[in-house]
């Protein structure tokens, strides 16, 4: 195991009991943004890069997962609240693009899903975000990661994550 990669655990489990809430580190600089082309429902690969400039709140998950379908609905109201505030929600599937395409619809997503279990995982494991779902990370407007919730994440979580970022240009 990396320093590194000790120091990130070590942190993550001391801030671990704030209701999932963990903000990075100071012991370890956040990774880079990972340059994997993922496809989106439409078949148009993206990668995280592609919302430059705007507040990302990538969350990992997968249709099988109960507390990813539990979010989804406040994922989807926090879209269509924050969009203007330049916030844009990216869903990262550990799905096949079939699978997530019908629970997009069912659900009525309206933000950006990518789907591709071995892509996103890759994702996953290059951003240092775990294994377990859901995960969300907060990227800024210049693509740093700011923070990351491990488990279902509320309202008020999400909320709490952005604060600081919607207040900067």
């Known amino acids: 195991m990396t320093r590194r990669t000790a120091s990130w655990l070590i942190g993550l489990a001391l801030l671990g009991g704030a209701g999932g809430l963990t903000a990075w580190l100071a012991l370890a600089p956040p990774p880079e943004l990972p340059d994997v082309a993922i496809a989106d429902?439409?078949?148009?690969?993206?990668?995280?890069?592609?919302?430059?400039g705007q507040i990302r709140v990538v969350n990992f998950w997968a249709t099988w997962c109960k507390p990813c379908r539990e979010e989804v609905p406040m994922l989807v109201a926090a879209q269509r609240e924050l969009a203007d505030q330049g916030v844009q929600i990216i869903g990262l599937a550990v799905d096949d693009a079939d699978t997530a395409a019908r629970f997009a619809r069912d659900y009525d997503i309206n933000y950006p899903v990518l789907a591709d279990t071995s892509a996103v995982m890759r994702v996953q494991d290059q951003l240092g975000a775990g294994q377990g779902l859901p995960v969300t990370l907060v990227i800024d407007r210049r693509g740093r990661i700011e923070a990351r919730a491990v488990g279902e994440i509320t309202r008020e979580g999400l909320d709490e994550m952005l604060?600081?970022?919607?207040k900067k240009p």
């Open 41 to 52: 429902l439409d078949g148009d690969p993206k990668t995280l890069e592609s919302w430059a």
């Open 163 to 166: 604060a600081p970022l919607l």
